[in-house]
Structures are given as C-alpha cells and as structure tokens.
C-alpha cells in the first residue's frame, strides 16, 4: 500500500502498522486499561444522523472559522501531541508544514521533538504551545515566558493529564523513552529494520522544550516517570488562573468535561477551552466529548470558544461536531498514523482528505458555511 492508494483513516492506520516497529505503534493506537472510552470516542458520532437540507444554492462554500482570535482556513487543527520525530524523522516540522498548506493551526508540545522557536521562524500558520503543569512554578513561568517571546499565539493548558494514564500495551511492550523494551518488543524492532535505519540516520532524538530540564539519557528519566515525578497532581483553579493573568493572552485549557469546570474557566479568564478525554488514554470510561459538548455549549458557549478532540475519523464528524456548537475539532490521531506512514506527504494528504470530506459533505446538507450548521441538522438516536 502507498500513501496515494490511502483514502481514508483506516488506510493511512493500517499503513502505519505496516511501518512501524510494534510498540510504537501501540503507543500511538493505544488508550487506557480496557481502551473502552477509546472506542466510544468515535461510537458518540454514529449515534448521531445528519438531517440535510436541499436546494439551497451551495455553488462555493466557506469552510472558515474564527477560534481565539485565529482565522482558520478550516474547521479544524492540528492538536499538539507529544514525541512526533519518534515517528517519522520529519515530526513536526512535517505537521507544521501540512497545516500552512491548509491555513489551519498547530499544536506544538511540551515534548515535541522540535523546538517551538523553529517551527514559529518557518511557518505564520497560528500556532498553539501546550503545555502541562509542573511542581516547579519556575518552569512552569519560564515555559510561558518562552512561549511568549518566540511568537506563540495561543497557550495550551492541559488539565486532565496530572499523572499518567494505565497504557497497558505499553507496559506489556516496555516502550518508554529511553527505551526499556521487553524481548517481544525488541523482536517487534528486529523486524521493521527500515524503521531503525531511519532513527539512526537522522538527527538525535530530544525534547527541546525540556531539554533544559529533564535528563533524558541513560534512562534517567522515561516519560511515564515525567508524569509522575515532574508533573503536579496538587494543581488547583487558583494556580490556572496565576498562569493566566501572566499570559494575559489567548489561553484555552484542554481536558475540560465538566459544565462546573466550563463555568469556572469561564470565570477565571480563559478564552477557549476543548472538551477532551486525551484520546481515551487517560481515564477509561470517561465519557466520549461530543456526547459532552451540547451541554457545556449551552452553558458557555456565548462566553468562550468551545472546541473539542476525540474520536474525529471523518468530514461528517466534524459536521455533527460543529452543528452541536463547537467552533473547531482538534485531530490528532488522523495525523499521526499518516505521519508515520509517509511524513509531511502523508499528513497533507490526510488534511486535503478531510477537508474535501467537510466541503463536500457542507454541500450534500445545503450549508454554503460553518455559521449554517445547527442541531436542526441533527437527531440522537
């Protein structure tokens, strides 16, 4: 199979599989204990139908959004995700550049693999820095302050993330950064040997975001143990809303689920806020966020961008997602398994995938923009 015999996220997954050593892939196709919330994720859409409308003139459509002060090209970004050079040796910097070709935003992580210096200097795309909350309230105001000064346009704060979730394949693999794999996952290596080729011909493998901080050689720290030593289970509304009057700029926090929790980023002055069980990898039977997302549009969405990630695997998702309330969908798995596949080749072709599949399907309910989208489109099963 070839990037271009891939049509949709299922071919670019399976490609995926076909490239990368096992463990890795499982560290991308994985979730937490029983993966259960994993699969509602994208079961919350197919209960949900379009209702379209004919005859209504869509000769162009305008598939454009405003989200935190940034106009987007499409309704949907590019939501920052952690260790992408792991993947393909390209990373980021092939994410970055799929999402200027399509005028969307991009995330960059606090374990990105690419410093977020480098991708603001080479693309004007908006760009967002995630980040997550230290027990060192030093790093966490150095981390900010480095954001500010190369240009980042939107801060990220992820919430839900305050120690790690149970990735039970991981475990049985022993994939950690520095590797401390198991014989069945150093078997899974031995056999994707181009994979090996291309990690050691490129560029050392780091975390520039971090490098200052953590130590990631001779297995001194693995990311799981980022999680539970560095990161500060104690952080509290008080401590995010220091973090915000600091900024004092677009802060959106990510892994809010909670009506209460909606209301208070509300009060605290925040300007986004994305409704998100971190891709089912942290709290099993967590509920899917679009099955969450009319509730907490109705009760804030007139005061703060709402957006939400979780599950998005085709154009009408984002369709029922928007008709619901939301200003944009963050993807992040849809991206990964075609970086992996092919680098920055098969990220744009993933992204021109989906934004054929939202105008299209933009055209087929008889909405010639997102601001036409509404839940008269839809009924619950």
């Known amino acids: 199979m070839r990037v271009r015999d891939c049509h949709n996220f299922h071919d670019f997954r399976e490609l995926a599989r076909r490239r990368l050593p096992g463990p890795i892939f499982d560290y991308i196709d994985g979730a937490a204990d029983d993966e259960a919330t994993l699969r509602q994720n994208t079961a919350s859409f197919e209960r949900c139908d379009l209702v379209p409308n004919v005859l209504r003139g869509v000769g162009t459509v305008d598939m454009s959004v405003t989200v935190m002060g940034q106009k987007l090209a499409t309704p949907f970004y590019c939501s920052p995700t952690a260790l992408q050079r792991l993947f393909h040796h390209q990373g980021e910097r092939a994410v970055a550049a799929a999402a200027a070709k399509y005028g969307t ?38 981390m900010m302050q480095r954001a500010k000064q190369a240009g980042v346009e939107v801060m990220m704060l992820t919430v839900d993330s305050i120690t790690g979730g149970n990735r039970e394949r991981d475990l049985r693999t022993g994939f950690s950064i520095p590797f401390k794999l198991t014989l069945g996952g150093m078997l899974q290596f031995a056999i994707r040997p181009m994979w090996g080729l291309n990690y050691v011909s490129h560029e050392s493998f780091k975390l520039p975001q971090l490098d200052e901080h953590v130590d990631m050689s001779g297995g001194a720290m693995s990311i799981g143990r980022y999680f539970t030593e560095m990161l500060d289970p104690s952080m509290n509304w008080n401590d995010v809303a220091e973090m915000v009057r600091i900024w004092n700029g677009q802060f959106c926090l990510k892994g809010i689920m909670s009506v209460a929790d909606a209301k208070r980023a509300v009060e605290i002055g925040c300007t986004g806020i994305i409704l998100s069980n971190h891709g089912g990898r942290q709290l099993d039977g967590s509920r899917a966020a679009f099955d969450q997302l009319a509730e907490i549009v109705d009760a804030v969405g007139d005061r703060i961008d709402v957006m939400m990630d979780g599950g998005i695997q085709r154009g009408t998702h984002v369709l029922k997602a928007l008709s619901l309330g939301a200003k944009a969908v963050g993807v992040g798995r849809f991206y990964l398994y075609p970086l992996a596949a092919a680098g920055q080749a098969g990220v744009e072709r993933a992204l021109g995938l989906l934004r054929t599949e939202i105008e299209r399907g933009m055209k087929l309910m008889g909405c010639s923009s997102v601001s036409q989208l509404s839940r008269d489109n839809l009924r619950f099963r």
């Open 105 to 142: 935003m991009f995330g960059v992580s606090s374990l990105g693999t690419v410093s977020l210096e480098e991708l603001r200097k080479a693309y004007d795309t908006p760009q967002v820095y995630q980040f997550y909350f230290h027990r060192d309230r030093g790093l966490n105001r150095a």
